[in-house]
């Protein structure tokens, strides 16, 4: 017998083989990066929850130097983010312009992780959507988070229930809503900042759910035809939940439908009714 019969042969993978291999990697990737894709969205939600928390050390660090006031704007340099934003190490901004590079840090606590910039890089401000962060102020600042303006934002410009008053009186009238329909700046329950597509929003409970919405608008738009209210923070950024910051500082995410059940002022009439599938 020669060394050649006896030699153990070395063989390659045959087709049906490699077919099988390539079968068996694939099946894994399916039910791999489902997962993968779940934990970073997880992770993406966390960052987002902290950010909303650096949020409420900022409010409760300019009420304490404020005589527990709400914060009050009449829009540019002195909206909600930039009176905040000395309370968390970006002093500047309290006089300083509207740059987005200026805002250094802080800026970067206003965008949601699950958020880009937008793709429209022009200085027109616009809304946003779900995935896409907001540009306020001739496109100079972008973010993916919104005031409860009845605790605090916009005056009369955008609430025509204040009606157009001289700044003075707008002021007033924007610290008695405060007081009469928040109560405290310490309620556990009135929503202060929430995840959304516009800079600032007054909910009321007879704001239409996602299912009257007109056609073209669904959750990851948000419902934005002049809409002032809940349709500005009901978008499907978290997998059909969102978060919130609470007035005392506490931070809960929460599923799309519990946003009627909020109590946004006082006198807001919560719902529990509301069922929201995602379209």
């Known amino acids: 017998m020669t060394n050649a019969q006896t030699k153990r042969e070395i063989k390659g993978f045959t087709l049906i083989e490699l077919l099988v291999v390539i079968a068996v990697i694939a099946m894994l990737?399916?039910?791999i990066t489902p997962a993968l894709k779940k934990a970073k969205d997880s992770a993406r939600s966390i960052t987002c929850?902290?950010?909303?928390?650096?949020?409420?050390?900022?409010?409760?660090?300019?009420?304490?130097?404020?005589?527990?006031?709400?914060?009050?704007?009449?829009?540019?340099?002195?909206f909600w983010f930039l009176q905040i934003a000395p309370y968390l190490g970006d002093g500047k901004m309290k006089t300083g312009g509207l740059a987005e590079e200026e805002l250094r840090s802080t800026m970067q606590i206003l965008k949601c992780p699950m958020t880009k910039a937008p793709e429209d890089a022009g200085?027109?401000?616009?809304?946003?959507?779900?995935?896409?962060?907001?540009?306020?102020?001739?496109?100079?600042?972008?973010?993916?988070?919104?005031?409860?303006?009845?605790v605090g934002g916009w005056d009369y410009k955008i609430n025509p229930k204040l009606g157009h008053v001289n700044d003075a009186q707008a002021r007033e009238n924007l610290m008695r809503s405060y007081r009469e329909k928040s109560s405290s700046r310490n309620?556990?329950?009135?929503?202060?900042?929430a995840e959304g597509i516009w800079v600032d929003t007054y909910p009321e409970d007879t704001d239409q759910t996602p299912d009257k919405w007109p056609a073209g608008k669904d959750l990851s738009t948000g419902n934005i035809n002049g809409d002032i209210g809940l349709g500005r923070i009901i978008t499907n950024r978290h997998g059909m939940s969102t978060n919130l910051l609470y007035c005392d500082g506490h931070v809960a995410s929460t599923q799309l439908d519990t946003l009627w059940a909020q109590q946004w002022h006082k006198k807001f009439m919560k719902r529990y009714e509301v069922t929201i599938t995602k379209r």
């Open 29 to 31: 990737l399916a039910i």
């Open 49 to 78: 929850r902290s950010s909303l928390r650096q949020m409420g050390i900022g409010f409760s660090s300019y009420y304490a130097e404020n005589n527990d006031e709400a914060l009050y704007s009449a829009g540019g340099e002195d």
């Open 123 to 150: 200085a027109g401000a616009y809304f946003g959507n779900a995935r896409e962060q907001y540009r306020y102020a001739y496109g100079q600042v972008a973010g993916s988070y919104t005031i409860n303006a009845w």
């Open 187 to 193: 309620r556990a329950d009135v929503p202060i900042v």
